[in-house]
């Protein structure tokens, strides 16, 4: 039963990707949705026997590398971590190849569409249910390879190369990072497999490695390198540029990598490994103050944003921001709930996008919508639970993580933090919440509210989604209604044993019961700074008022405007320092000086050169007179001769010899 998680998306990917030429895309769209369905169920009885049963289980499968002290095998780790990953992975993947039957079906190449949704699945399946780090790099670099081909889908298309080829770049510097730490921890432990290396951190609270005289804590930089591949895939502030370029993608696709895989796999490895992060106070500093930096970075750039998906790209950043941000204050269990929750109305923001794409004829740009209320009226309702969810409004799915983790940052003794930390993270996460309301509410009126800017035409053609996009869409409203409070108790409640010894946490860093014990005022703080951002939102999107105010002060405010509009820059900064420096460097000199310079005239472009050069002097040395023959033949023998009794004089050291044969081949 366990295996068939992982294999069953794989022998559907394989079915749809070399068989799709002959079963069609009704056969490809039936046997993944099929393979997904049944890894559903199965993910569902996995759950109530590890979660409820506390059954953890390790399945050791083959031996992978043995060399030396490094052995690796295929192994399976079923803990509680890795049960809610397979039902938010398999629940969110199963949703999404339904609602790409039809999203996707007058295109040409639907099975490998699906192919490469399976594949993508299959990794982060891979990833999460690893038992050693060789193996879960193995599905980090998948879902990585799946991404680049989902985001690439229509190659054709020049926009969807760049931003394909951009993602995988900007992420091979955090899995460069990743690699890096996987061999401090070898180096360290002499072991990649968590149960011994998870057993034996305690011991090396004190150790340090040595490098050119400098000496730095060991398990802080294997955190640090973690977290460097935590930053790449989760698009953290820093490398987070690759994930609004990634809607390039079919909107399926933005559903999958924003909900349930490629950008969660940072977050839960920064969960799996709780054990490491505890005894690094460093790291958890870094954690609190990146997270609330995104969260404050991504939710101001969306108010911004005209694209409806780069919109709820954006969001993902911001809200990726707060589980980071939870994981710094030792709260894993916190982040981890809401992963979960965010999956959710993620996945159901993101296909009601593509539901209003698909209606109003691939247009994404919000201004050009407007009254779609009366036109898609379950959209509508679906996508403002999503829009309420994200916002956190109170008894939806979000409230009841998102708002906890604003809580916990006023208790005072997280992270060890100095006070100008914990105040900067504080005040950053609770502002998020205001712009996070903000521009879902302007999503909201620019979409469905405000009045039509679109053609009588295209308005004629407009209608609601067909069944099997629909159903997605209803399943994915329910659980951002209900799924929250249902397991709210189960994950983050008082006393509750659910985790058992999946996440470690230091006595001396949980501190549930202060947050609990907070003053009123601040645990209704954050549902007061969202009600601030919708009124904001209607009074920006329904009345004139705000242009008399932004005229006024135009001066003040333009240029603050127009940093936020351009993204604070990011990509201008890095292509100006970073990239055209690079590519000048590889045109430049390695191109141009080493490959076509020194490497070719010492290669056998340049050999070849040489022979023809001495065969062309060869062939002017050939005159066909026999005395210019004879006097070469006559220079050679002496200079052969003079070689060997310079060797032989040099040798039994005869000098009298020497003088009298250069005598005599003068005379001569």
Request: glycine share 8%.
């Amino acid at each position: 039963m366990y295996l068939s998680i992982i294999l069953l998306p794989l022998f559907g990917a394989l079915f749809s990707g070399f068989g799709g030429r002959w079963i069609g895309s009704k056969g490809s769209c039936i046997i993944t949705t099929i393979c997904i369905g049944l890894a559903i169920i199965l993910s569902v009885i996995t759950f109530f026997e590890v979660g409820f049963s506390g059954m953890t289980t390790c399945i050791v499968l083959e031996t992978w590398i043995e060399s030396g002290i490094l052995k690796i095998h295929w192994g399976l780790l079923f803990d509680t971590i890795t049960v809610v990953m397979l039902i938010v992975i398999t629940s969110i993947s199963g949703l999404v190849h339904l609602y790409s039957i039809t999203y996707m079906e007058t295109d040409p190449h639907l099975p490998r569409f699906m192919s490469y949704l399976s594949i993508f699945t299959f990794f982060m399946l891979m990833l999460v249910t690893a038992d050693n780090l060789l193996q879960m790099f193995f599905g980090w670099e998948g879902v990585g390879l799946a991404s680049y081909l989902l985001i690439n889908f229509w190659y054709t298309r020049l926009a969807a190369n760049q931003s394909a080829i951009k993602a995988l770049v900007v992420n091979r510097i955090g899995d460069f990072g990743l690699s890096l730490g996987i061999f401090l921890i070898f180096w360290t432990f002499q072991s990649l497999d968590y149960s011994i290396m998870f057993s034996i951190i305690p011991f090396f609270d004190n150790h340090y490695l040595k490098f050119l005289g400098f000496s730095c804590h060991s398990l802080s930089l294997i955190c640090f390198f973690l977290f460097v591949g935590a930053i790449g895939k989760s698009a953290q502030l820093g490398l987070h540029t690759w994930l609004p370029d990634a809607m390039e993608g079919p909107t399926p696709v933005s559903a999958l990598i924003h909900a349930a895989t490629m950008v969660t796999a940072g977050v839960f490895l920064m969960i799996r490994f709780s054990p490491l992060l505890e005894f690094s106070p460093f790291l958890l500093s870094m954690l609190v103050l990146f997270g609330s930096l995104t969260a404050f970075f991504a939710s101001m750039t969306g108010i911004f944003q005209n694209d409806l998906k780069k919109v709820i790209a954006y969001s993902t950043c911001s809200q990726l921001g707060y589980m980071i941000f939870s994981c710094g204050m030792s709260c894993y269990d916190v982040g981890l709930f809401h992963l979960t929750n965010h999956a959710f109305f993620k996945a159901l923001l993101f296909l009601s996008a593509g539901s209003v794409i698909h209606a109003i004829s691939n247009e994404q740009d919000m201004r050009k919508m407007g009254s779609l209320i009366n036109f898609l009226p379950m959209t509508y309702s679906l996508m403002l639970i999503g829009s309420l969810a994200l916002a956190g409004f109170p008894f939806l799915t979000g409230f009841y993580s998102k708002d906890f983790i604003l809580e916990l940052t006023h208790s005072n003794s997280f992270c060890n933090l100095d006070l100008i930390c914990s105040s900067l993270a504080l005040w950053l996460g609770s502002i998020s919440v205001l712009f996070t309301a903000f521009y879902s509410f302007r999503l909201i009126y620019l979409t469905f509210i405000n009045s039509s800017n679109s053609n009588r035409i295209l308005l004629s053609y407009i209608h609601e989604s067909s069944f099997l996009m629909s159903l997605p869409l209803i399943l994915l409203g329910i659980g951002s209604l209900f799924f929250g409070f249902i397991m709210q108790d189960l994950f983050i409640g008082l006393g509750t044993d659910f985790w058992k010894g999946s996440i470690f946490i230091l006595p001396n860093h949980n501190f549930y019961v202060e947050a609990e014990n907070l003053p009123i005022i601040i645990k209704w703080l954050p549902f007061l700074l969202s009600c601030l951002g919708i009124c904001l939102s209607s009074i920006t999107n329904i009345t004139y008022l705000y242009k008399y105010v932004i005229l006024k002060r135009y001066k003040l405010s333009s240029f603050w405007v127009y940093l936020i509009n351009k993204k604070w820059f990011f990509d201008t900064l890095y292509n100006r320092f970073l990239v055209y420096p690079i590519l000048s460097f590889g045109y430049k000199v390695s191109f141009k000086t080493l490959d076509r310079g020194f490497i070719e005239l010492s290669g056998p472009f340049g050999l070849s050169k040489l022979v023809l050069r001495w065969s062309a002097f060869i062939f002017q040395v050939q005159s066909g007179q026999m005395t210019h023959y004879i006097f070469y033949i006559i220079v050679s023998v002496c200079i052969f001769s003079s070689i060997i009794l310079i060797k032989y004089v040099l040798w039994f050291h005869n000098y009298h010899l020497l003088i009298f044969y250069f005598f005599l081949i003068f005379f001569i």
